[in-house]
């Protein structure tokens, strides 16, 4: 057989003694004493090179494999960052979460953003783990290059690459992967700035304990000093005309209160904010006002955080008004007035004072026209014009949702506010104070005032029943505020936190450029290794497939550094990943003849042999 006729096992196993650095050989006669007189080969012998897996380039294989890695790595990436988006939405839905929930939020905010600021990492060095065959593919290359680039996953092996290397395509390659990765890192820390989480100024977080609420037993004095006893009359008389004279002048007050309609009332756990609406009237029917019920943190468990928060309590007063004709005495000039009633009966009615026109007057009989829960009274439109007369009930249903006898409102507060339009305190009776109690109450109101519309109403009842409800309902929330507070069982409010996003499109932005940007890096990846054989990270492998270039080194080169291999190698040595014809990529040097594509151990001398 000729040197021509050699086989590739042959080949193979020259190359392998040939490739042989700094290993000592025995003499023949050495080996048999150590065998026993019979010589063995310590080394296996070769499989049929067409058995590995880079013996021959399968495009499709490779493209496949490709793929499937990338999109379990993008996948992983697009769950991440669904999942961000999901703890975003779901603790900003809640307008308040407890205290203690901040902690869980950041662990797991923090937990997801560094899943994916690894996973991140993690593709991108895939994909340039893939890119760098097709950089070594697509020029030629010194051996100190060739070798940065093998080790081009590892950041501070890339940057010594720029300065290293002076192609402009593999500068720009690495100034395009520094900025993925910058770009990366800075977008999942920029995650942590689109939201905030603050104490919570327009709710709380309600746990079950104690509740400081309004005492609504009865009207309470401004001042509880007042001289006399329980059992003195005149002093019984007098804290009767006190509450009347309140009701009256907290219902004048509660005209300054803020309104709203029903639809738009507070949630439970709500912080009242006394500049908002207190007042809530019905969509549907004017005359109908409600009012919700607000309740505190105890001051002796935390004097320092005690808002009022809304509860689902509320109560709500209606009115209900006929007018008259007036047939005598209009102008409000006179005495009396004479109207004409429901029943089409003339009545004489005697005023408590002459106050003339455009005024609109209340009367009230403290004796006879009031209940529990309502009170029915008079008013008397003076005017020159056209003199309106009316007859009206004011009352106030049962508060919703009470569940003790404390959420109750007494009788000895409704009582007086339902008629506390008409009511004086002191100055009714001609008889002194201790006959006051059954004296005719009266108040008048120019038209232009609050409580007298912003004109006369020439018998519309919707404006009066309106104004009258809101100043019986005004009343009550005043008192409420006003009276002391005694402390229940309830749901107490506790400081809670809020989750906001500062703009929900940036946090879009991020998260679906993330994704984005992912899947086309992994789609890049495929289009230009398409042509190129890509190989694994495996030392062992990465060792034999560069052993072929480096052999003529010697043995010393195992002490040496990187750097230093590649001077031993020589300044004119240049290399670049080729593909021979037999499918097997390899790297190719420079000063190599053609004929070597086709040898496993390049020679010219052997390649000359073989031709």
Known sequence: MTAGDETPAQSLSTATTLSMIGQEVSSPDDSEKKHGGVRHSSAPLPEPTATYSYARFDRKKQIRHMLVQGSCRWLMTAVLAALIHVVFYTYSLRETWPAVNKSNFNLIF???????????????KDVVGHLRWWLLSIGQYTPRETDLILQSENLSQLVQLVWVSSSTVVRVFVLIVLALQLAAQIGCALLGIVYSISPSTTSVVLTPGLVSITDMSTIQSLRADLPGSE??????SRETMNRRYLANIWGIAGNLLEMSIDDLAP???????????TLFVNSSDASIIRYHFFESTPRQFNPSWGPWVFTNRSISVKTACQSHQVLAGGDGLSKTVTVRMWNSSDETIVL?????????????NAATDSGDSWAAIRAFEASTTNPCFFTCNISFGPVINAQIEEHKVSPAILRYTAAAIALQGYGP??????HNSSQMHWQSYP????????????????????????????????????????????MTPQAGITLQVESW???????????????????????????????GHSYLATTAFIRPVIQHVGCRASTATGSEVARLMGPALKLRYMQKRSEEFYL????????????????????????
């Open 429 to 434: 009776s001609t008889l002194g104070v201790l």
């Open 267 to 277: 949630a439970v756990g709500t912080i009242l904010q006394f500049d908002g609406p």
């Open 588 to 611: 190719h040097p420079n000063n190599w003849c053609a004929a070597d594509r086709d040898c496993v151990t390049p020679s010219c001398n052997d390649c000359g042999a073989r031709r």
């Open 505 to 535: 499109e940036n946090l879009n932005l991020i998260l679906g450029l993330t994704v984005a940007v992912q899947l086309l890096l992994v789609m890049v990846s495929v289009i230009l290794c398409r042509n190129v054989q890509v190989r």
């Open 110 to 124: 923090i937990a997801l953003s560094i899943a994916l600021s690894l996973n991140l990492v993690s593709a991108l």
């Open 352 to 364: 408590p004072s002459i106050n003339g026109p455009d005024q609109r007057m209340y009367m009230h």
């Open 231 to 236: 059992g003195d009359p005149l002093s019984r």
């Open 447 to 490: 038209f232009r005032s609050i409580s007298g519309n912003d004109g006369p109403s020439e018998g519309d009842v919707s404006m009066l029943e309106h104004t009258m409800s809101r100043f019986a309902m005004g009343s009550l929330a005043n008192i409420i505020v006003n009276n002391k507070e005694i402390d229940v069982a309830g």
